[in-house]
């Protein structure tokens, strides 16, 4: 059953899942860097987006590698692939990752400019999408073959998400680095409302990683 996660997404004390003023030098905006030491240090962080060895294992490093697994497709947010703003102004821009993304799969883009599907190295494909969130879903879908559709970003396309009820699952790992301004991940949602419940709650030495779940599929 092909369900939808939003795996290791990182929260400031405040609230905040990026900080302000994001541009090409900084991608999660001033401060957002802070958000994500729990992760950066783990084996599976080291290995799968660094392509080096070493890292630490542990309970951080037990949930950055279950966000990798069974996941057929992605979705990203426009802010999440890049800093252009507007239509395309040229094919120049591929991303943040250079020529081997850690996705290895397709990933759909959030967009309101249209632009050709990019092929990159390692299996993963960048596809924009320009009919909204539930096109998205359908075609990430379509593409996970069974697996889980992760959605990866940033607060705005989460908050989309969850308003349609759309996702099943969600890890929020809580980092103690307080923002001050920022994106806002939860504002304007009521979980409660919404069916969801927490159920797990672990904490490290870096972050206290929650798991809020709903009681039934979404696709059902």
């Known amino acids: 059953m092909t369900r939808v996660r939003v795996e290791g997404f990182t929260l400031s004390l405040d609230g905040y899942g990026a900080g ?9 905006g001033i401060g957002g860097t802070e958000l994500h030491q729990w992760l ?5 962080f080291q290995q799968a987006v660094l392509g080096k060895e070493g ?4 309970v951080d490093n037990d949930f950055a590698a279950r966000s990798f697994k069974n996941v057929g497709a992605w979705i990203l947010g426009r802010n999440m692939f890049g800093p252009v703003r507007g239509d395309w102004p040229d094919d120049t821009w591929k991303g943040w990752w250079g020529d081997n993304p850690p996705y290895h799969v397709p990933v759909f883009v959030l967009t309101h400019y249209a632009r050709a599907p990019i092929e990159m190295e390692g299996g993963t494909t960048f596809h924009f999408i320009t009919g909204g969130i539930r096109e998205a879903l359908d075609r990430a879908r379509e593409a996970a073959g069974g697996q889980d ?61 929650v798991v809020l779940r709903r009681p039934s599929p979404t696709h059902i």
């Open 20 to 28: 302000p003023d994001q541009d090409i030098t900084n991608p999660l």
């Open 40 to 44: 950066v240090a783990t084996r599976t």
């Open 55 to 58: 890292g630490i294992t542990g």
């Open 149 to 209: 559709v992760r959605i990866g970003g940033g607060p705005d396309t989460i908050r989309q998400y969850l308003r349609e009820g759309l996702i099943d699952e969600l890890h929020i790992a809580i980092s103690p680095v307080l923002l001050g301004r920022g994106e806002p991940l939860f504002e304007g949602i009521d979980l409660r409302a919404l069916g969801y419940t927490c159920v797990e709650s672990v904490a490290s030495e870096k972050a206290a990683h």
